[in-house]
């Protein structure tokens, strides 16, 4: 093959990857191009993402590994403009043709196509091939990797347990990607076979460890996510999904997915049911895509976390823990001592959020700030700025930032009042600035600041995208990359 035939490939790998930037919709086109693609059908790091059967799920595992490629690779500003073409992300179904994706891929590297074959005649290396040369290093150094726990990677934040479904990007929301369609409501998810024992010895525990903490243990009807089937996307239109939900109970949720890794030891009788000492071992489930949550043996339920902004600041919030809640693992966000957790306003979708006219998250996320704050819907702008998914919960996850028309010191007057104001101690914990650049926002969001931390993986991932929207994610990256 000719050099004007393959410009870019130095590998069999390379190539593949160049067969991708070439399809009219990029990594929508994988599953058609998979006879085109037998090095990345093979390759450990798309393998070990990539469920038994599913050619969506093919097309989902590559996606996403091209994305954590990308997020690793940082060899300075080439991959970061040219990797981020319309490879992994992005469908480009602006685009009209191959050759017009490919020039397109060209301008974001900073070569015209002139430029491009003027570099080959002197001999340089083109600033688009050093890029898919270090895609492919990126792809041999995730497929050395373990993949028992997902992670949201960026600059040198890692924040565990999670994998993205849809993001923002600068001044643009979720929508721009990713659209969702809510059906009307389901049956809900049949209990597990082990259920009765679970209801007898873990639920009796749970309950009682609750009193003991003097936290209540609310056993009220939550929203569970049965369902996901992914849109066959119209031409130059978003990815979409339909989405099922079902009606379930906290207790349920509580004892089976918030404990997937509780040490049922105590419990003899339950893990002799089970044939192990844990669920998530006894079960053996591992959701890689949304699509996996149909055949998951627990309840995934819904929940939001708000990112609330009045006059260009974050509003801070600290939590009294008054409710028994899920709680947070070591990450990038718990590195220094013992500073006082906070969190942004946080919510579980109930049934009463499946109104018409918006979606079960976005009215949720509407009653958090109702309830916690004293905010109406007419004091706010909702931007939707991330979907990802908990592994260490199962549990869905809507990130929203709430842009307030309120001044601060009107804000606080709202909080005195809120219905749920206890949850928050009616008070703003901190106000940092809404961009990467200042420094204590930084240091929030990189676990640096030595007087609070974020409470959990859920609030790291509503300030990550919260300063996405506000900065951009490659300024995001670049300004954490040495702050850890």
């Known amino acids: 093959m000719t050099n004007k035939q393959n410009p870019f490939g130095r590998s069999d790998l390379d190539l593949e990857l160049r067969v991708l930037l070439a399809a009219p919709r990029g990594i929508a086109d994988a599953e058609a191009l998979r006879s085109k693609l037998p090095l990345l059908q093979e390759h450990p790091a798309v393998l070990s993402r990539t469920p038994s059967t599913g050619g969506r799920r093919f097309q989902r595992a590559l996606e996403r590994v091209l994305s954590e490629a990308i997020a690793l690779s940082v060899e300075g500003e080439t991959l970061k403009h040219a990797v981020r073409w319309h490879i992994a992300l992005d469908n480009a179904g602006h685009v009209e043709s191959p050759n017009a994706r490919l020039k397109r891929a060209l301008e974001i590297a900073g070569l015209s196509d002139d430029g491009y074959w003027k570099q080959r005649r002197g001999k340089k290396i083109p600033a688009l091939s050093i890029a898919l040369e270090s895609a492919e290093i990126a792809l041999d150094e995730l497929g050395r990797e373990p993949r028992d726990r997902p992670s949201i990677k960026m600059g040198s934040i890692a924040i565990p347990d999670l994998f993205v479904v849809a993001t923002c990007s600068q001044g643009q929301d979720t929508t721009t990607g990713m659209t969702l369609e809510f059906e009307e409501r389901r049956e809900s998810r049949p209990d597990c076979e082990e259920w009765p024992h679970l209801d007898a010895y873990l639920l009796t525990e749970l309950k009682d460890q609750a009193k003991a903490a003097g936290r209540t243990f609310y056993n009220g ?40 890794d509780r040490d049922l030891a105590r419990h003899p009788e339950l893990t002799k049911r089970l044939g192990s000492t844990t669920l998530r071992q006894a079960w053996k489930y591992a959701p890689e895509c949304l699509e996996d949550v149909a055949e998951l043996p627990a309840p995934c339920f819904i929940g939001v976390c708000v990112v609330v902004v009045a006059e260009d600041q974050i509003i801070v919030l600290a939590r009294q823990k008054m409710h028994v809640v899920a709680g947070a693992e070591p990450s990038s966000a718990d590195r220094s001592g013992k500073p006082t957790p906070v969190h942004f306003v946080g919510e579980g979708v109930e049934p009463k959020d499946v109104v018409a006219g918006q979606t079960p998250p976005e009215h949720a996320a509407l009653r958090g700030c109702w309830e916690e704050m004293g905010l109406d819907a007419g004091d ?105």
């Open 221 to 260: 009807e939550i929203l569970d996510l049965v369902h996901a089937t992914e849109l066959d996307p119209a031409p130059d239109a978003p990815r979409g999904y339909r989405l099922g939900v079902a009606a379930t109970t906290y207790n349920r949720w509580a004892a089976t997915a918030l404990s997937l």
């Open 380 to 484: 706010l702008e909702l931007i939707p700025t991330a979907f990802v998914f908990d592994t260490l919960r199962w549990q869905p996850l809507f990130c929203y930032v709430a842009r307030c028309k309120l001044t601060t010191l009107e804000l606080e007057t709202r909080m005195h009042n809120a219905e749920h104001g206890k949850e928050t101690g009616h008070q703003i914990a901190a106000r940092l600035p809404w961009t990467i650049t200042d420094a204590r926002t930084r240091a929030l969001l990189t676990g640096s600041d030595p007087s609070m931390r974020l409470a959990s993986n859920h609030a790291e991932a509503a300030l990550l995208y919260a300063l996405v929207y506000a900065d951009g994610l490659e300024r995001v990256a670049s300004e954490t990359q040495h702050t850890i």
